[in-house]
């Protein structure tokens, strides 16, 4: 685990140049590279099969956090929710009556769980697969590579890798930086091995810090994963990300790249990402246990043409 202020700014910071050297390299060996759905297609029907295997008490925990609607340092544009009907909350003293509410959410925001689409990132003015973004983005949406390629939902196998208990705290304090040797000393010491077509997901300590010390200014700093630790992820052939934090660190280890991962995942690779869950229910679980795997299954709304989706993703165990 690095932080910027241990090392130098040469030995911690890519240029930009070894940036273009890094996506370059992961648009080779990554499998969704040059497929239309991304990384989703290395989750084969053998292989969800296989992971309902990995049910044994048929627990279910939640994933996701709960929807904010108060703002703060970290979330200048809440989620708003209020009760349309009955008139003042009041209900009508006989007769039938409905309670009816109104909904709605800046999906991209630092504080809700929701799923990138694969259209969600722009780089070079081009989104994953090389496609020109002004061919795809309107006003209307997306009319390719949004978050309706997993309208069917993505079943598959969940590993989590807690990465503040391998290192024996709490959290990562903001600033802290994931590299490919703190996912694979976690997997390890958690004897469980990530492979082709997985869900993985990283937990930094994000949301729990969150809960205990209060919100703060993410944009300034937070911890997430190096992007080189994206080679990790590529030799493994896993299918999608997730974090209870942006999945990038701030700030950003790329000079002149804001968000580097989220480049790496969506543009290069063809991850979609998972970002801002919550693994405080089900980390406790995993720990006690001693399995770090289970059925994971996401299913974001039928948004046709949106950049991504609200999203509980659930863990059976």
């Not at 090392?7 to 370059?24: N, T």
């Not at 627990?59 to 108060?70: E, G």
């Not at 703002?71 to 009556?97: V, Y």
């Not at 790329?254 to 969506?266: D, E, K, Q």
Request: glycine fraction near 8%.
């Amino acid at each position: 685990m690095w932080t910027p202020d241990e090392l130098s700014e040469a030995e911690f910071r890519l240029s930009e140049a070894e940036f273009r050297s890094l996506y370059r390299r992961l648009r080779r060996i990554s499998p969704g590279a040059a497929t239309s759905r991304g990384a989703l297609d290395t989750i084969t029907e053998e292989q969800v099969l296989a992971a309902l295997l990995e049910v044994r008490s048929g627990r279910t925990v939640s994933l996701a956090a709960p929807v904010n609607t108060r703002a703060g340092p970290d979330d200048a544009d809440p989620a708003e929710h209020r009760l349309t009907a009955p008139a003042d909350g009041r209900p009508g003293p006989s007769g039938l009556d409905f309670a009816r509410d109104r909904f709605s959410m800046n999906i991209h925001g630092d504080v809700d769980s929701h799923i990138d689409a694969l259209c969600h990132v722009i780089y070079d003015g081009t989104l994953h697969g090389g496609i020109p973004a002004a061919d795809v983005l309107s006003p209307d949406g997306a009319s390719a590579l949004s978050v309706d390629l997993a309208r069917d939902g993505i079943v598959g196998r969940g590993v989590l890798l807690d990465i503040p208990r391998l290192h024996g705290v709490s959290w990562l304090e903001p600033g802290a930086n994931v590299m490919a040797e703190d996912l694979a000393a976690a997997a390890a010491r958690q004897e469980i091995r990530v492979r082709r077509g997985d869900i993985l997901l990283v937990r930094v300590g994000h949301r729990r810090r969150r809960e205990e010390l209060g919100p703060w200014d993410t944009a300034d700093a937070r911890a997430g994963l190096h992007p080189t630790a994206m080679e990790y992820l590529a030799e493994r052939e896993v299918a999608v990300l997730g974090s209870d934090g942006n999945n990038d660190a701030g700030p950003s280890a790329v000079r002149g790249v804001a968000f580097p991962v989220h480049v790496l995942a969506i543009h290069a690779m063809g991850l979609h990402l998972l970002d801002y869950l919550r693994f405080e229910d089900l980390a406790p679980i995993c720990a006690r246990e001693g399995r770090w795997s289970f059925l994971c299954v996401i299913a974001p709304l039928r948004l046709p043409a949106a950049t991504g989706s609200p999203v509980n993703p659930l863990a059976i165990l």
